[in-house]
Antibody, heavy 119, light 107 residues
Framework: QVQLVQSGAEVKKPGSSVKVSCRASGGTFGSYAIAWVRQAPGQGPDWMGGIIPIFNIAHYAQRFQGRITITADESTSTAYMELRRLTSEDTGVYYC????????????WGQGTLVTVSA | DIQMTQSPSSLSASVGDRVTITCQASQDISKHLNWYQQTPGKAPKVLIYDVSNLETGVPSRFSGSGSGTDFTFTISSLQPEDIGTYYCQQYDHLPISFGQGTRLEIK
C-alpha cells in the first residue's frame, strides 16, 4: 500500500522560501493527483493546490497564486510544493494528500511537515 | 469560493450517545461532500465520501446524508476512540474547501 513520506520540519525567515517534498513509498503516484493542504495552528485544513503528475498540470488556490509552485517528478514518485515570500501567517503543518483526481476526497495523507516562519 | 459552515463547533457527549454534526455549503455542491476525522498530531482521515459512502474499514456507526447545501454526519453510538475533530470538505468547485471543524469530546 502506498504511503506518502514528507520531508522534515523547516524554520524559515520572513521573506524567504520553503520547498517541501512528498514521496510515494511502496509504489508510485500512478494516475492519482497529489494535493497540498495547509493547517495553521488551531485551524481547519486549507487546500493550497494540486497536481496530476502524469499530466504535470497544477491547479492553485487563488490566494496563493504567484507565491506557490507545485511540481512532480514521476521518475522518483516525488511531489514538491514551494512557497515563496513567507510571512508568519504561513506557519503551520503542510500535508500532501492523494486523491483520484484534482477534485475528489483524499484517501492517503503524508505525515505532515511543520514549517515555522520566524525572525 | 464556497464557504463550508459546520455546527456545532464543539460538543461533548457520552459513550453510546447518538451524535450529529451539520455542514452547510454557501452554494449548491450536489453530493460532492466528504467527512474526515482528525486526532491531535495526525493527518485527517477520510470516513465518508460523496455524502454517504463509507471508506473501507470505517465502522458502520458512522453515516452521512444530505445534498445540495445541507449535510449531516452521524455517529449512531459514540465510542471512546471517536474523540477528535471532524471536518466536512467540498470538492464541487475549486478551490476545495473544508469546514472549520467540530471538536468532539467524551463526557
Amino acid at each position: 500500500q502506498v504511503q506518502l513520506v514528507q520531508s522534515g520540519a523547516e524554520v524559515k525567515k520572513p521573506g524567504s522560501s520553503v520547498k517541501v517534498s512528498c514521496r510515494a513509498s511502496g509504489g508510485t503516484f500512478g494516475s492519482y493527483a497529489i494535493a497540498w493542504v495547509r493547517q495553521a495552528p488551531g485551524q481547519g485544513p486549507d487546500w493550497m493546490g494540486g497536481i496530476i503528475p502524469i499530466f504535470n498540470i497544477a491547479h492553485y488556490a487563488q490566494r496563493f497564486q504567484g507565491r506557490i509552485t507545485i511540481t512532480a517528478d514521476e521518475s522518483t514518485s516525488t511531489a514538491y510544493m514551494e512557497l515563496r515570500r513567507l510571512t508568519s501567517e504561513d506557519t503551520g503543518v503542510y500535508y500532501c494528500a492523494r486523491s483520484f483526481d484534482i477534485q475528489r476526497w483524499f484517501d492517503t495523507w503524508g505525515q505532515g511537515t511543520l514549517v515555522t516562519v520566524s525572525a | 469560493d464556497i464557504q463550508m459552515t459546520q455546527s456545532p463547533s464543539s460538543l461533548s457527549a457520552s459513550v453510546g450517545d447518538r451524535v450529529t454534526i451539520t455542514c452547510q455549503a454557501s452554494q449548491d455542491i450536489s453530493k460532492h461532500l466528504n467527512w474526515y476525522q482528525q486526532t491531535p498530531g495526525k493527518a485527517p482521515k477520510v470516513l465518508i465520501y460523496d455524502v454517504s459512502n463509507l471508506e473501507t474499514g470505517v465502522p458502520s456507526r458512522f453515516s452521512g446524508s444530505g445534498s445540495g447545501t445541507d449535510f449531516t454526519f452521524t455517529i449512531s453510538s459514540l465510542q471512546p476512540e471517536d474523540i477528535g475533530t471532524y471536518y466536512c470538505q467540498q470538492y464541487d468547485h475549486l478551490p476545495i474547501s473544508f469546514g472549520q471543524g467540530t471538536r468532539l469530546e467524551i463526557k
